[in-house]
């Protein structure tokens, strides 16, 4: 009997512990979604790295602004700042209706955006004469309607787990995962293809063709009569593209061309001259500042090769003189 008596006792205790896990769950939940719920402005530099022009030494950097929260934000400003150099070409990507991009001094480049919807971002690329050949470091103000930006995390804090702002465990939770798939699944990849680059390039370079819609070029691809090499299927793509004189077609050409050189693995040379094509394509599509960019990285691979090509090469070699 006195057993009898002592359980209802323990149940109880069992009954509130569990309400209070179960009460606890749903306020750290409801508070995280809460939180998600604000506006969260960011940005970070994405590229700053120097290059050898056909003339001189280039710089580029890219400044990326987004929104990471469940809310719109409006009114937002970007000022980049760039002292002491000489600003050659400026270009901002996915920019929404409205905006207004100007130069208001030779060191200054100024995005007025009416809007960022949440989860998306914009980009702010410039093209510059770096002092003694070196990166150099900007000055970036980003603001919106009744917020400031902030930076976001550099790799180190990412290691560290330091954050500037609000901590977001959810989203910390996540993206390890994430990470940790995308790092096994890289990793997988690197491998398979790092240890079998003679394998047939066609079937590699169609399958990256595919992934961005071009399943026509694909398919020529495949049933090609011979082996080819990388740099032979970039030519006769690129200048399949070029023949239909459509920028935005030009543009996704160059876009899937440039991850075919971050996916296989393939010789110097062969990079060097996909890069050149990467830059005939941007070209087209009016993008100076990629075209540009991939010149300088087709001369660090290859100069001597690209100094030849470029000679048959006169509106990319004019364009790209800086």
């Given amino acids: 009997?006195?057993?009898?008596?002592?359980?209802?006792?323990?149940?109880?205790?069992?009954?509130?512990?569990?309400?209070?896990?179960?009460?606890g769950?749903?306020?750290?939940?409801?508070?995280?979604?809460?939180?998600?719920?604000?506006?969260?402005?960011?940005?970070?530099?994405?590229?700053n790295q120097t290059f050898s022009g056909q003339l001189e030494r280039m710089g580029i950097m890219s400044v990326r602004v987004a929104n990471e929260g469940a809310k719109e934000v409006e009114d937002v400003v970007c000022r980049l700042r760039v002292a002491d150099v000489h600003i050659v070409d400026y270009?901002?990507?996915?920019?929404?209706?409205g905006s207004m991009v100007s130069r208001?001094?030779?060191?200054?480049?100024?995005?007025?955006?009416?809007?960022?919807?949440?989860?998306e971002e914009v980009t702010l690329s410039v093209l510059y004469t770096p002092p003694s050949g070196r990166a150099v470091a900007?000055?970036?103000?980003?603001?919106?309607?009744?917020?400031?930006?902030?930076?976001?995390?550099?790799?180190?804090?990412?290691?560290?787990?330091?954050r500037p702002g609000d901590p977001r465990p959810d989203l910390l939770v996540l993206a390890t995962a994430m990470v940790a798939a995308l790092s096994a699944s890289t990793g997988m990849l690197s491998k398979y293809f790092s240890s079998r680059h003679s394998d047939d390039q066609r079937d590699v370079t169609a399958y990256v063709l595919g992934l961005h819609g071009f399943a026509t070029e694909a398919t020529?691809?495949?049933?090609?009569?011979?082996?080819?090499?990388?740099?032979?299927?970039?030519?006769?793509?690129?200048?399949?593209?070029?023949?239909?004189?459509?920028?935005?077609?030009?543009g996704r050409a160059q876009t899937a061309l440039d991850n075919l050189l971050e996916y296989?693995?393939?010789?110097?040379?062969?990079?060097?001259?996909?890069?050149?094509?990467?830059?005939?394509?941007?070209l087209?599509?009016?993008?100076?500042?990629?075209?540009?960019?991939?010149?300088?990285?087709?001369?660090?691979?290859?100069?001597?090769?690209v100094t030849a090509r470029l000679k048959h090469l006169p509106e990319l070699a004019r364009a790209t003189a800086t």
């Fill in 220 to 250: 020529s691809v495949r049933q090609s009569g011979r082996p080819q090499s990388y740099w032979s299927i970039s030519d006769y793509f690129t200048e399949q593209i070029l023949r239909s004189g459509d920028p935005a077609m030009c």
């Fill in 1 to 23: 009997m006195a057993e009898d008596a002592r359980t209802p006792a323990w149940r109880g205790v069992v009954a509130t512990f569990l309400l209070t896990l179960v009460a």
């Fill in 138 to 162: 900007p000055d970036i103000e980003v603001r919106g309607k009744g917020l400031s930006a902030l930076r976001a995390a550099s790799p180190r804090d990412a290691a560290t787990g330091a």
């Fill in 264 to 282: 296989a693995s393939m010789a110097s040379p062969s990079r060097a001259l996909v890069h050149l094509n990467c830059a005939r394509l941007a």
């Fill in 284 to 305: 087209a599509a009016g993008d100076r500042i990629d075209a540009v960019w991939h010149v300088g990285q087709a001369e660090r691979l290859g100069r001597r090769l």
């Fill in 91 to 97: 270009k901002v990507d996915s920019l929404p209706p």
């Fill in 25 to 47: 769950v749903i306020g750290g939940v409801a508070t995280i979604a809460i939180t998600q719920k604000r506006p969260r402005l960011t940005y970070d530099v994405t590229t």
């Fill in 104 to 119: 208001p001094e030779s060191t200054l480049i100024t995005a007025a955006i009416p809007f960022v919807n949440p989860h």
